[in-house]
């Protein structure tokens, strides 16, 4: 069957960047982008504003820290995590800043938080920043002009939109407007996961619990935890795996749920996006692998959430392609591999990817630089006075 899109495009107006993607890295970049001068739009396919960390339901904030008492993260990601906290609950440790109403798992710079207050907060936090957001908008692909990027096309209940630009970052989870623009990337594997939140009598009844420990529900298989051999690693991305992912997960829940009295627990929250870690990310013009060499190019340091001890920079060089001059990445999808992907696809580390990608993108709107030929050390001053960590 032969096919043509004939619908009209709408143009929807000239931003001088766009954020495509509003997780913990997109909305770090729009922050970013808007207070440093910008004209920033935010696109986001979702309702609400935070991708894993909320309606994802993965509600923890890793550590800022070392594990061994030195804050390694500020700016926005401790910025981020202070608002995680302001309006809903937490187990922050005390020295860290926390309550300490409820238990906390260890003395790090961490906490739990309520996805769904937080997801509300960032709206509020996005928007005063002066960021224009635009909900339920499907970014398709970038409209190229001469290596450029020059806007990006958008699907809305409203038709086929436009939206122009001088700049983009891609926080999108899984680099679809890298790919559009095409530039190389690098596919990653997930273990198939579904968080779920909940309750039961039981749990209601003992106050010595920290909240977050009760409402959290996982199906048959978690995350790192070993993999059964009948449910391989996700190794494909495309629509047809998604839909398996989901269709997995949505039943791994219901089959653990199902037998239990119905009388006696609650589910009162699923996904409402698929749980990936590590879809696809940018080849750039480095490779962040999880060395804990300095470099000079650092965006600034984050440390390990699994191990006391590391500090590592990442390398502004991991966040772009010098062959698209106006792109840029944020959050999961920054340059990385193996244990280094690991390390970096987490909230602390897509808050400092997303700080850095929209400052430098205002940079460059200012200097007329491309990503490629920034001033790395004008990025680090602002950086610096902003708050990051080096």
Not at 37 to 53: C, F, M, R, S, Y
Not at 261 to 266: A, F
Not at 323 to 345: C, F, K, M, P, Y
Not at 360 to 383: G, M, N, W, Y
Request: aromatic share 10%; hydrophobic share 40%; charged share 20%.
């Amino acid at each position: 069957m032969n096919y043509c899109d004939t619908r009209e495009v709408t143009f929807k107006g000239d931003y001088d960047i766009i954020v495509v993607g509003g997780g913990i890295g997109g909305v770090a970049a729009a922050v970013a982008a808007a207070r440093n001068g910008a004209k920033t739009l935010l696109v986001e396919k979702q309702i609400n504003l935070g991708g894993l960390a909320t309606v994802g339901l993965i509600n923890w904030y890793e550590p800022l820290c070392d594990g061994n008492g030195k804050q390694v993260v500020g700016g926005i990601g401790e910025e981020l995590l202070r608002l995680s906290i302001r309006y809903g609950m937490e187990n922050l440790p005390a020295q860290w800043g926390g309550e300490g109403r409820n238990r906390c798992r260890y003395d790090r710079f961490a906490t739990k938080y309520s996805p769904t207050v937080f997801s509300l907060a960032l709206d509020v936090w996005v928007k005063e920043s002066g960021v224009t957001i635009r909900f339920d908008t499907m970014a398709t692909y970038p409209v190229m002009e001469n290596g450029k990027v020059a806007g990006i096309v958008a699907e809305t209940v409203s038709g086929k939109e436009f939206y122009a630009c001088r700049f983009v970052v891609d926080a999108t989870g899984d680099a679809s407007v890298c790919v559009g623009a095409g530039l190389p990337t690098r596919m990653g594997t997930n273990y198939l996961t579904y968080v779920a939140h909940g309750f039961t009598r039981e749990d209601t009844a003992s106050p010595d619990e920290t909240v977050f420990r009760k409402w959290i529900m996982r199906g048959a298989v978690a995350s790192g935890q070993g993999h059964p051999e009948d449910h391989p690693l996700l190794t494909e991305y495309n629509s047809d795996a998604e839909n398996a992912f989901i269709a997995w997960g949505k039943q791994a829940m219901f089959d653990h749920i199902k037998d239990q009295s119905k009388n006696d627990r609650e589910l009162t929250s699923i996904p409402t996006m698929p749980q990936y870690r590590k879809i696809r990310c940018l080849v750039g013009e480095a490779t962040f692998t999880g060395k804990q060499d300095c470099c000079e190019d650092s965006i600034g340091t984050f440390g390990d959430f699994r191990n006391r001890g590391p500090v590592f920079h990442m390398p502004y060089q991991c966040l772009y392609n010098r062959q698209v001059s106006n792109l840029i990445t944020a959050g999961r999808i920054v340059s990385a591999d193996g244990e280094g992907w690991e390390v970096a696809r987490v909230i602390p580390v897509c808050a400092l990817t997303g700080q850095a990608a929209g400052t430098a993108a205002a940079i460059c709107l200012k200097t007329k630089d491309t990503f490629a030929t920034l001033d790395v050390s004008e990025l680090q001053r602002i950086l610096r006075a902003q708050g990051a960590l080096f």
